[in-house]
C-alpha cells in the first residue's frame, strides 16, 4: 500500500482525500483510481504496446493470439478485481439509504467499464491492425488465388513428382504448378515445410492445406469483418463477399470479438450485485460461502448430469426460495446470513447459464446493458433488505 | 453562572497540571477544553500544532540526553502559549 | 494582602518545593494580569525540575519577586475600586446542560442460550450521559451478553430496552434500529482487522457520520492529537502494537461523538501504564462539556475500573449482584476485608494476629483476604501487623470494592 501511495501523482492523492472527507459512498468504490489508472494509464500503456506491437503481412495476429491476450489480460484484471473486492469487503458501506445503494452499484459497473476498456483498446488497435495490413482487394485476390489452387484435380497428376503417391511433401510436388499458392503462402510468411498435401483417395484428388495460412487468413477476415460491422452500426454483419468455405469459421470468429464486449455487459449485470453482497459480511464468511458455493455447484452439476434435471428451473426455484427465505426469516439474522449465502451459490450459476444461452441464443449486446441496469434496480432492493435487517438484534447465538 | 465556574474550574485544572511540570496531559487537556468551549477551530489547531512541537522537543531533548537551558526556555515557551491560549477561551466564551 | 505575601515569601526562603503551590494558589486567586499567574506556574514547574540539583536559589528569588508584584498590583487595584471604578461586565453565553440523561434504559433484561444452558436474568441497567459504568464479574458471567443486548446486537427474550436521550435528540422511534445505532459505538475485546491507514479510517469514520470537508479533518485532527496517535497516524494494522490498536479503536468510536460507547475488556493486554492512560482519557472524555457520554467498560482489572466509574454493575452466573454507585459499594456491610501479601504461612499469620479480632483468614493462593468486624480499622490492622514485624508486600482495603465479591 504504501508503495502505492508513493507513486500516486499528487492531484489523484488530493482528489481521494477530497472524497474520503467528503463523500464516502464514492471513495470507497475507488472510482476515481479505476478513472484514472484504467481509462488514462492504462488505456495509453494499452494503446502504445498496441501501437508498438508489430503486425506486419508475414506477421499477422491470430485468433488464438487475440484469445490469449483475452486471457491475460482476464487474469490480470482478476488480481486488480481481487484486490477491489478486498477492500470492498474491508470498508463495508456503512449507509443503509437507497440512494446509496444504488450510486454504489452504479460505481462499480461503471469501475468494471473503465477497467474492461483497457483489454479493448489493446485489442481494437490490433484489429485495425490487422485488418489493414492488407487491403481488401489484395487481400480479396489472395483469396481466391490460394482457393483456386489448393485443390488439385487427379488428372493433373502428372504434375506432380514421381514419387508423390509416397511422399507428402510440399518440397516434392511439381513448383511450377503449385507456385501461385505458394507465392500467397510467402506473401504472408509461411513457410512451404507448413503446408501439407494430401491424398483423397475416394475422388483420386490432391488437396494442399496449411493450418497457418487458414489462421492468418481468419484472422484478417474477421478483423475485417468487424470492423465493417462497427463502420455500419452492428446492422451489416456479413456483408462481405468472402462467402465460401471460410465463410462460417470467419463468421464465428468475428463473432468472438463481440463476445468479449458482451462478456462485459453480463460483468456489469452480475459482478457488481456480487461485490456488495459481499461487502456486507466479513471476509472470513465470504471465504467459507465461496467453499460451500464451489461444492454445491459440484453436487448440482451431477444431480443434473445423473437425474437429466430441467436445469433453468432448479434455479429458478432456487432464486425464488431464497427471496422468500429471506423476506420471511429476514429478521432473524441467521436466516439472512444463510440467505445471502443462497444468493452466492445462484447468481453465478445465473451468470453462467446466461452467458451460455447468450452465446448460443444470438442475444445481442444492448439486451445485456439492460439487463445490467434491471439487475441494478433489483440488486438495489435486496441490498436495502438485507441491510435493514442486519442491523436489527438477532434472536440467535452462534451466528455465522 | 454554573458554566462559568466549570470554566474556570478546567482552566485551573489545566494550570495545576502545568505547575507539576505534567504538560503532555496539560495539552491534552487543553484540547478538550478548546473542544468544548472554544466555537473558533483556530484555537484547536495551534493547540495540536503546540502538541506537533512539544513532540518535537521532546524528541530533541531525548536525543540529546539530557534537559538544557535551550530545551527549558523553549519549553516554556510553548507553556506560555499554552496558557494564553487557555485565557483566550475563557474571555471570548 | 501584606501579611499573606510576606508569609509566602517567607516559606519560599525556608521550604521552597512546598511554598511554590501557595505561590500559585496565591497568584491564581490574586493576580490581575493573567501573564504573573503564568508565570507563577512557570517558575512552580522549573522549580520542581531543579529540586535537589542546587539550581534552585534564582528561581525562588524570582518567586519572591513575583509576589511582589502581584501584591503590589493587586493593592493599587483596591485603592482604585475604592476610589469608584468599574471593572468592565463581559457578557456570558450559556450552552444547555444535558448532563445526567439517561441514554440507554433496560428493564428486566433476560437472554437464554439454549445451547450451553447460560442465561441472563431480569437485568435492569440505566446509562447516563457522562457517567462510566464498570460491568465486573468472572469470566462467561455475562457480561459480553449484556453488552450486546445493549447495543442492540442479540435480541431480548424477555425485557425492554430503551435510548431516551439518543431517541429524544435524533427524533427517532424506538426500534428503529438502524438509527438508533449510528449514535451506539462498540468495542470487542477482539478487535477486528481493518484496512488502509489509522487516519483514513478516522476519515472515513466520519463521513460515514455525515462529518465532512474541512470539520472532518479538524475532528480528525484532534482525536488523533488527543490520544497520542500522532506518531501512528500513517500506519496500518500489521504495524500497531497492541495498545495502540486499542487506541485507534478508541479514536474510531469516539471520533464522531456518540452517545453511549461500550468497551469489553478493554484492559487485558495492555501494561498498566497504558491503562492508566487509557482510563484516564475515558474519564476526560465522559465527562466533557459539549459531547458528553456515557461510557460502559467491562475489566477484570477490579481496582482500575473502580477508580475510574461513577457506578459498578456486579455480575455471577447471570444475575446481577450489585449495580449502584462506586461509593455506595459495601456502605451495607457488615465487615471489613483486607487483603495483602506477606511471607507468611496462614499458620504463622494466624499466631502472629492472635489477640486481634477477626472472623476468618483465607489463602487466595496469592494473598491472604482477612474478614474482621467493622470495629477494626484498617489502620488497626496494619499497625498490629507491623507490631508483629511481618514483611507485608502489598496491602489493599477491599471492603468497599467488587474485589470483595470475587473472593
Known amino acids: ?400 | ?93 | 494582602m501584606k501579611f499573606l505575601a510576606d508569609e509566602i515569601k517567607t516559606a519560599l526562603r525556608n521550604d521552597p518545593i512546598n511554598a511554590a503551590g501557595h505561590l500559585v494558589e496565591f497568584a491564581m486567586e490574586h493576580a490581575l494580569d493573567n501573564k504573573l499567574v503564568h508565570q507563577a506556574l512557570i517558575l512552580k514547574m522549573n522549580l520542581s525540575e531543579n529540586a535537589g540539583n542546587g539550581g534552585q536559589e534564582p528561581i525562588v528569588n524570582d518567586m519572591i519577586s513575583l509576589v511582589d508584584k502581584i501584591s503590589a498590583a493587586a493593592i493599587q487595584n483596591d485603592q482604585t475600586a475604592n476610589a469608584g471604578a468599574s471593572l468592565p461586565v463581559r457578557k456570558k453565553r450559556h450552552l444547555p446542560v444535558r448532563q445526567n440523561d439517561i441514554v440507554c434504559k433496560g428493564t428486566g433484561l433476560n437472554k437464554a442460550f439454549k445451547r450451553n444452558g447460560f442465561a441472563l436474568r431480569d437485568i435492569d441497567v440505566s446509562f447516563r450521559l457522562g457517567e462510566i459504568t464498570g460491568v465486573v464479574g468472572e469470566n462467561g458471567n455475562g457480561k459480553t451478553t449484556l453488552f450486546r443486548l445493549i447495543i442492540g446486537d442479540l435480541a431480548l427474550d424477555a425485557g425492554t430496552i430503551d435510548y431516551p436521550y439518543i431517541r429524544e435528540k435524533a427524533g427517532i422511534f424506538p426500534e428503529d434500529w438502524t438509527n438508533i445505532k449510528k449514535h451506539i459505538a462498540f468495542i470487542p475485546q477482539d478487535l477486528d482487522r481493518w484496512f488502509g491507514s489509522v487516519r483514513n479510517n478516522l476519515h472515513y469514520e466520519l463521513s460515514v457520520h455525515s462529518v465532512y470537508g474541512q470539520k472532518n479533518d479538524d475532528e480528525v485532527d484532534y482525536i488523533i492529537h488527543r490520544l497520542g496517535l500522532e506518531e501512528h497516524q500513517d500506519k496500518t494494522w500489521g504495524q500497531l502494537s497492541g495498545g495502540y490498536k486499542l487506541r485507534f479503536a478508541l479514536a474510531r468510536a469516539l471520533v464522531w461523538k456518540p452517545k453511549l460507547l461500550v468497551i469489553d475488556e478493554p484492559l487485558a493486554n495492555l501494561d498498566i501504564k497504558a491503562q492508566l492512560v487509557i482510563l484516564n482519557d475515558l474519564r476526560d472524555l465522559a465527562n466533557g462539556y459539549r459531547y458528553p457520554l456515557s461510557i460502559v467498560i467491562s475489566s477484570q482489572h477490579l481496582h482500575e475500573i473502580e477508580s475510574v466509574s461513577d457506578n459498578i454493575i456486579f455480575l455471577r452466573n447471570g444475575n446481577m449482584v450489585f449495580n449502584g454507585r462506586v461509593d455506595d459499594l459495601g456502605n451495607e456491610r457488615e465487615e471489613n476485608t483486607y487483603e495483602f501479601g506477606c511471607g507468611l504461612t496462614q499458620e504463622e499469620l494466624e499466631k502472629k494476629l492472635k489477640g486481634l479480632s477477626y472472623y476468618g483468614i483465607e489463602n487466595t493462593g496469592l494473598a491472604f483476604v482477612i474478614r474482621t468486624p467493622l470495629s477494626v480499622t484498617h489502620d488497626q490492622l496494619l499497625k498490629k501487623l507491623l507490631e508483629e514485624n511481618v514483611n507485608i508486600e502489598y496491602f489493599r482495603n477491599i471492603s468497599q470494592s467488587t474485589k470483595k465479591l470475587f473472593v
Open chain 2, 1 to 93: 453562572m454554573e458554566i462559568q465556574n466549570k470554566i474556570r474550574k478546567r482552566k485551573e485544572e489545566i494550570q495545576l497540571l502545568v505547575a507539576a511540570g505534567n504538560i503532555k496531559k496539560a495539552i491534552k487537556r487543553s484540547m478538550d477544553y478548546a473542544s468544548d468551549f472554544c466555537h473558533d477551530n483556530l484555537i484547536l489547531q495551534s493547540l495540536i500544532e503546540l502538541n506537533i512541537d512539544y513532540n518535537v522537543l521532546l524528541s530533541q531533548e531525548g536525543r540529546s540526553n539530557g534537559q538544557g537551558d535551550s530545551f527549558r526556555s523553549e519549553r516554556n515557551t510553548l507553556v506560555i502559549k499554552l496558557l494564553e491560549h487557555l485565557d483566550s477561551i475563557e474571555s471570548t466564551f
Open chain 1, 1 to 400: 500500500m504504501s508503495v502505492i501511495n508513493k507513486i500516486q501523482p499528487a492531484f489523484l492523492k488530493k482528489i481521494d482525500h477530497y472524497l474520503l472527507i467528503n463523500n464516502p459512498v464514492i471513495w470507497r468504490t475507488r472510482v476515481h483510481y479505476f478513472l484514472f489508472y484504467s481509462l488514462v494509464v492504462g488505456n495509453f500503456i494499452a494503446f502504445t504496446a498496441a501501437v508498438a506491437t508489430p503486425v506486419k503481412l508475414d506477421n499477422v495476429m491470430r485468433i488464438s493470439n487475440f484469445d490469449m491476450t483475452y486471457v491475460i489480460s482476464m487474469i490480470l484484471m482478476g488480481f486488480v478485481a481481487i484486490f477491489w473486492t478486498y477492500s470492498q469487503v474491508r470498508y463495508p458501506l456503512r449507509s443503509t439509504r437507497m440512494i446509496d445503494i444504488f450510486k454504489t452499484l452504479l460505481l462499480y459497473a461503471f469501475s468494471l467499464v473503465c477497467l474492461s476498456t483497457n483489454v479493448w483498446t489493446f485489442q481494437h488497435v490490433l484489429i485495425y491492425k490487422t485488418a489493414n495490413v492488407v487491403s481488401n482487394t489484395e487481400f480479396q485476390k489472395d483469396w481466391q488465388t490460394i482457393r483456386a489452387n489448393s485443390v488439385l484435380q487427379s488428372y493433373q497428376h502428372q504434375i506432380l513428382h514421381d514419387h508423390v503417391d509416397e511422399i507428402y511433401d510440399v518440397a516434392q510436388l511439381d513448383q511450377e504448378i503449385i507456385a501461385p499458392y505458394m507465392a500467397v503462402a510467402e506473401k504472408y510468411g509461411v513457410e512451404k515445410y507448413d503446408i501439407y498435401p494430401s491424398t483423397l483417395s475416394e475422388l483420386g484428388e490432391i488437396r494442399l492445406h496449411s493450418y497457418e495460412l487458414n489462421s492468418i487468413f481468419i484472422s484478417i477476415e474477421s478483423a475485417k469483418n468487424y470492423l465493417g460491422k462497427r463502420a455500419l452500426n452492428n446492422k451489416a454483419f456479413d456483408t462481405d463477399a468472402y462467402y465460401d468455405h471460410y465463410y462460417h469459421s470467419a463468421y464465428e470468429q468475428s463473432y468472438r470479438f463481440s463476445e468479449h464486449a458482451f462478456t462485459t455487459g453480463v460483468l456489469l449485470a452480475f459482478i457488481p450485485g456480487l461485490l456488495f453482497l459481499a461487502s456486507l459480511i466479513s471476509f472470513k464468511v465470504l471465504l467459507m460461502i465461496g467453499a460451500i458455493e464451489f461444492g454445491f455447484l459440484v453436487g448440482l452439476g451431477l444431480l443434473v448430469e445423473r437425474f437429466n434435471l430441467d436445469f433453468p428451473s432448479i434455479l429458478a426455484v432456487l432464486f425464488v426460495g431464497t427471496f422468500a427465505v429471506i423476506m420471511v426469516y429476514g429478521k432473524n439474522s441467521f436466516w439472512a446470513r444463510l440467505g445471502l449465502g443462497l444468493v452466492f451459490v445462484t447468481l453465478p450459476i445465473m451468470v453462467s447459464v446466461g452467458y451460455y444461452w447468450d452465446v448460443n441464443f444470438d442475444t445481442i449486446l444492448g439486451d445485456a446493458y439492460m439487463a445490467a441496469g434491471i439487475s441494478l434496480v433489483f440488486l438495489t432492493g435486496l441490498g436495502k433488505i438485507i441491510q435493514g435487517r442486519i442491523m436489527e438484534p438477532k434472536t440467535g447465538s452462534n451466528l455465522l
